[in-house]
């Protein structure tokens, strides 16, 4: 039998904060009046945490299983180097969204500021999904290693759904942007194609739980233009890579 429990947040240093979050028993805990406490649901396995308010930087740090729902917006550095899970935010979320994930999953309802995706990757069977429902701001999957960021571009009438530098070192995973032209001055790190049937079937289940989390259609949303960014395999970094003579 699930035991949940409900806190106040309000006026609560971070410390303290995380401190009773950790040492509940309770698998659902909500939490209300959240003003900024940073590091909630840091490397959290087991829980599902509901949040109201606008949780601090570092939201689901090294997350390792359960939920994070936010009934607001998030700041910075949400789902750093998380490894399982889920984060939803019925929001927005400042820079650097999903850094250095390694699994799990992030959808966030709206946009997002700078370097949203930087240092994703994936291992075995692990790969990181990133959902945005609007727009990313520059460097949008800088040093993209794995893993699946999806741009839905919502509100934005098919317009290029990201900021400058878009995809800049990427050298592995796949960005998938909701626009009417196909993306220019791209890096030369980047490829760029039209969507094809099998990225439309890799993107529709994070864009069914996109519609179910946050309302809208998803097969409107599948039918719409995409472009595809992947790895440029001519310039990568080789010379970086080390080799045994």
Known sequence: MHKTIEMQAAGMDYKALNDSLRAQGASEITVRGVMGQRYLGCAMQDKNLTLYGTPGNGLGQYLSGGTIEVFGSAQEATGDT????????????GDAAGYGMRGGRILIRDDVGYRAGIH???????????????GAGSFLGE???????????????????????CGTGMHGGKII????????????????????????????PHVEAYCEKFGGDPETLLGAQYFVLSPNPEKGYHRMYTSVI
């Open 82 to 93: 998380m490894n399982a899970g889920e984060i939803v935010v019925h929001g927005r979320c």
């Open 120 to 134: 994703m990757k994936a291992y075995e069977n692990h790969e990181p999904v990133l959902v945005i429902g609007a």
């Open 143 to 165: 040093y993209l290693a794995g893993g699946l960021i999806v741009v839905l571009g919502i509100g934005l009438d098919g317009k290029y759904p990201a900021g400058f530098f």
């Open 177 to 204: 942007l909701r626009c009417d032209r196909k993306p220019e001055g791209l890096p030369e790190q980047v490829c760029v194609h039209a969507c094809t049937e099998v990225d439309r079937a890799e993107m529709r």
